[in-house]
């Protein structure tokens, strides 16, 4: 493995209330490209570990547990907008397995797998790396950076951002634009982990997407 | 539920900041409820998937992320708390049911012939399969002449070539 990873910073009303939320990210000089076999292959091996009865009890594991309370807690039910981890299980129910899109997709879908802890990938280009984190939404706050100065906010919600832009709203999609695309040469990973998601696990989901996207 | 604990190292000495720790104290034991709360109830969903599973909640929020409030919280956990106990009911009726059926069963397997052509699929007795218990009269005409009534089991779920051929 490479370098460490970094840590973003949290608003501190934020971290008063939800001590164990975090944002670790990592930049690694790569492209988004066709994946190869062996990632296909590695996708295959865990559609592999999916079975119904386990999707079901999912929910009583900690960490997905943890994500779920967490989601509540930010006034998101859980069984309306579905975690991460759920929303890929329930995927790979319906579809009968995980596809290949492309390395930057399929090391964020390997990561969270196989820790349970969701990944999201940025082009470098507009993101300052150094001030990224989460806080809370304030009056005048849009999202993203596209031609019409992005989609606006309401107060108090809760963005992954650096001092400049919001990339994303916290367990979003990135903003358009936001995301790698064909024209990107540095990407910029981030994992977020809540209250009840042991560090380590924040680490190895980081470290997993680095690894695919390096050996993709 | 319980009722909010509040740090009355706080409230004695009346400091300025007093009303904001409170509620930062209230709004921790909150989420520590609801954490309690969202436990339990997919405890009961786990529990509850064999029998059929739970009734969908009435409403489904699908707001953004954001910092609750005191209010807000209250209600998410009361919400919560509802749901639970709605799960719970849910789980005693369908399990006293299923006693009812199994112990219609074994009065079944007793005495066949009091309980001529009663059907209780193994789903009833909240056990796995397509099988149906049922009494049948043993050759036909003739058993049903002679009161001659036995239990059979059917022998499971069609098979899936079945509604293609």
Request: one cysteine or more; a neutral charge; charged letters at 25%.
């Amino acid at each position: 493995m490479g370098s460490a990873n970094d840590f973003g910073f949290v608003e501190p009303r934020l971290r008063e209330e939800f001590p164990g939320l975090r944002l670790a990210w990592r930049a690694v000089d790569e492209r988004v490209r066709g994946s190869s076999r062996e990632v296909g292959r590695r996708l295959r091996e865990l559609s592999d570990r999916y079975l119904g009865a386990g999707v079901v009890a999912m929910r009583t594991r900690p960490i997905p547990h943890a994500y779920r309370t967490f989601f509540r807690q930010v006034g998101v039910d859980p069984d309306a907008t579905r975690i991460p981890s759920e929303a890929a299980a329930v995927a790979r129910l319906l579809k009968g397995g995980f596809e290949s899109r492309d390395t930057v997709a399929d090391a964020l879908l390997i990561a969270l797998v196989e820790t349970g802890v969701p990944v999201w990938a940025l082009d470098a280009a507009v993101v300052d790396c150094d001030s990224l984190g989460i806080r809370a939404s304030v009056s005048g706050d849009r999202l993203g950076s596209g031609p019409e100065g992005g989609t606006s906010l309401s107060e108090g919600q809760l963005v992954v951002a650096d001092l400049v832009t919001i990339h994303a709203t916290l367990f979003g999609e990135p903003a358009p634009g936001h995301a790698p695309g064909s024209q990107t040469r540095r990407i910029v990973v981030f994992a977020v982990g809540v209250d009840g998601v042991p560090a380590i696990h924040v680490e190895e989901a980081l470290w997993v997407a680095v690894d695919v996207l390096e050996k993709a | 539920m319980a009722l909010l604990e509040h740090d009355s190292e706080v409230v004695l000495h009346g400091s300025a900041f007093a009303p904001a720790r409170d509620e930062l104290a209230a709004r921790r034991s909150l989420r520590a409820q609801i954490d309690k709360l969202e436990r339990e109830l997919s405890d009961a969903f786990v529990t509850a998937y064999p029998m059929g599973g739970l009734d969908e909640p009435p409403t489904r929020s699908c707001a953004a992320p954001r910092l609750l409030g005191l209010g807000e919280l209250e209600r998410v956990r009361d919400d919560l708390a509802a749901r639970v106990q709605a799960a719970r009911a849910s789980i005693a009726q369908r399990a006293d049911h299923q006693a009812e059926r199994r112990v219609a069963l074994e009065k079944m397997l007793l005495d066949p012939g009091r309980y001529r052509f009663v059907r209780i699929a193994n789903r009833e007795i909240g056990e796995p399969g397509c099988g149906v218990w049922y009494v049948k009269p043993r050759l036909g005409l003739i058993g049903m002449l002679m009161g001659w009534w036995e239990v059979k089991l059917s022998s499971g779920c069609p098979l899936a070539t079945a509604a293609r051929s």
